[in-house]
Nanobody, 126 residues
Framework: QVQLVESGGGLVQAGGSLRLSCAASGRTFGGWPVAWFRQAPGKEGEFVAV????????ANADSVKGRFTVSRDNAKNTVYLQMNSLKPEDTAVYYCATGRAATMTSPSTMRRYDYWGQGTQVTVSS
């Protein structure tokens, strides 16, 4: 069993930066990919970024390319999402997710992720 806890959200002005963290407990990520998703009010969940188990492969959604960077520190069982040049449309609750069935080839498929954090709110003011 894996427990995921996100942190680092908050209120920031447009153009600002935040770094989200996703810490695992209970067991390690086990070399599984870890993804970030977000959900804005009244909208469906949206894939944001994913990183492979080793950290050597990454993929971002087009909406955040060039602005968001995902990284991981397996020694600390933590995955990060560095968010720069934030826009009001980035406002959402951000979730990290992982699981045995997670893959880099279809990272946006939510049903592949068994474990989800509780989410952290990111609000970007204009």
């Amino acid at each position: 069993q894996v427990q995921l806890v996100e942190s680092g959200g908050g209120l920031v002005q447009a153009g600002g930066s935040l770094r989200l963290s996703c810490a695992a407990s209970g067991r390690t990520f086990g070399g599984w990919p870890v993804a970030w998703f977000r959900q804005a009010p009244g909208k469906e969940g949206e894939f944001v970024a994913v990183i492979s188990g080793s950290g050597g492969l990454r993929a971002n959604a087009d909406s955040v390319k060039g602005r968001f960077t995902v990284s991981r520190d397996n020694a600390k069982n933590t995955v990060y999402l560095q968010m720069n040049s934030l826009k009001p449309e980035d406002t959402a609750v951000y979730y990290c997710a992982t699981g045995r069935a997670a893959t880099m080839t279809s990272p946006s498929t939510m049903r592949r992720y068994d474990y989800w954090g509780q989410g952290t709110q990111v609000t970007v003011s204009s």
